[in-house]
């Protein structure tokens, strides 16, 4: 086996950064516009304020801090004392106390498990711990076996976590992977924390996740891009017309290490226990909340572009698709996605 493995982490990029550069090109940024940055999850996050008035920035930092801070010691699985991680090492028939902001989560993925029929699938860790994606540390070299991917996909029957009325129990060994969701529900947390407050227009984005309410600095709703998957990374391939909406992006380039030139994804596909190998590279997800936008982009992303389309077609979902083709790119959408594609107008002009 190569030494040749490599992990690449993008997580902290996303389309967040494009939306930066997109607004920065436009010009006209309010003097008013307070930026919140800060890590949280094992990643970055961002906010913009284009016009607060009541609140003081710090005051807010402090609020948002604390509120990501706690959805990821309740559902990190790199914090041994967290819920999730008190969870995971549990006996089967044991409860584990939980708050409700993590039962809500469990709840919501294991209705995304049903509806996805498995692809999303919220105990996939022992697999994402196998091939290298998790919290175990592994040799730099290691592909699993084949012994070892049935052994893992053994114990990721998700259909065993049971969520009681306040604490999470188990039928079979089983442990939980909220990774696909918690980022997309800590967006939300903190969006429903500032409409509380009275603040109308923001972007909140944890580690590429994001929510767009009101108007941006420019005075008009959001503008932002959809990133390239491939050599052009950095450079948006597309730019969407958004606000009052979550939008989440997965794909096969974000996190991710290559071995003897194979490239082996961070998203596993629980019907098979491997990384996903198809020819979709990214999904972008509009929906109303952040957590349902990061775990359909997450299924989506399993399902691959024809499964993938004919699921969100059917439920008449805001998708866009990057599909890998012999010369770049190609994209596919759904029909209630066109609303936010900022296309030219019957002269051939974008506004
Ligand atoms: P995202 O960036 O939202 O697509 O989430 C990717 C993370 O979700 C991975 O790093 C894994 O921890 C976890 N994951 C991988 N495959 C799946 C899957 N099929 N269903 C749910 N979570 C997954
Ligand atoms: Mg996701």
Redesign the pocket.
Known sequence: MSNSRQLNKRLFFGVAVLFCFIVAACGELSSQTVYLNGKTMGTTYHITLPSLTDHTQQELAIIVQQELDAVDQAMSTYKSDSIVSLYNAAQVGQVVAADEATLFVVKQALGFAEDSAG????A?GPL?NLWG??PSVLADDQIPSEYEIQQALAQSDYRAIVVHHNGLGKTAPVSL?L??IA?GYGVDVVAEHLLELGITDFMVEVGGELRLQGNSPRGSIWRIGIESPGEAFGIPFEAILISNKAVAT?GDY??YFEADGVRYS???D?SSGYPIKHKLASVTVVADTSATA?AL??AI??MGPERGMEFSRNRALAVFMLVKSDDGFVAQYTQAFEAYLELPDANGVIQ
């Open positions: 692809a999303f699938n919220p996939i994402v994606f998790g992977d990774s696909a980022k997965s974000r996190n961070h998203t596993i629980p990061d982009a997450t992303s399993v």
